[in-house]
């Protein structure tokens, strides 16, 4: 005799998957990208686990080329290492501020090799940050891209402070946490720059 699922039963089972999706950010794509903004301040608030998982899960979805996907994610919350790169790093001050950091780095070995590679590590872990950036901003985080690759002495420093071998290197380094201020993002539309091939 067959055992048929009561409401109860039911409900038990899909408990995890509700309480899953409920958790998920339900903002439309386009108000996200439109109100994606630079956050450069933070509230002393750290940011949950899941939080940092669920921005993490949305950098690895980008494209790849020849899904390779070369990409690192170094997740910094030590406050010594923080406040070590604010120090080193030029345009990453807000780092003595921030509760935490990601550090979007790419794999120059993965794959074979080439010319090509060389340069299509560094596009693809571009895709991902701004994956990483748009997510920050659904979970209701502010996240700011400070520049790390191509520059020597920035490379230099974070390699240092994550002890990264020679063909691990740091593309950025991304601060995020809770914003301390109201940021409005800007528009940069400009249909000047749209050119159509007809």
């Known amino acids: 005799m067959k055992k048929l699922l009561t409401p109860g039963m039911l409900l038990f089972f899909m408990l995890p998957i509700i309480q899953l999706m409920s958790q998920q950010p339900q903002t439309d794509v386009f108000t996200v990208i439109h109100e994606r903004k630079s956050v450069r301040q933070y509230t002393d608030q750290s940011v ?31 406050r010594q290492v923080l406040d070590q790169l604010a120090g080193e790093l030029p345009y990453a001050k807000m780092l003595s501020q921030a509760p935490m950091a990601i550090v979007v780095a790419g794999d120059t070995q993965k794959g074979n090799p080439n010319d090509e590679q060389v340069l299509n590590w560094a596009l693809d872990c571009s895709a991902a940050t701004q994956n990483l950036l748009l997510a920050a901003e659904a979970l209701g985080l502010g996240a700011v891209w400070t520049g790390v690759y191509p520059y020597k002495a920035r490379v230099a420093a974070v390699s240092n402070a994550l002890k990264l071998p020679p ?9 995020i946490g809770y914003p301390l201020m109201d940021d409005q993002p800007k528009d940069k539309w400009d249909a000047e720059k749209v050119k159509w091939v007809e």
């Not at 063909?167 to 601060?175: A, D, E, G, K, R």
């Open 48 to 78: 949950p686990a899941e939080k940092v998982e669920t921005m993490l899960r949305a950098a690895m979805a980008a494209p790849t080329a020849r899904n390779l996907q070369p990409w690192q994610f170094f997740v910094i919350t030590n």
């Open 167 to 175: 063909h691990i290197i740091p593309l950025n380094v991304i601060p």
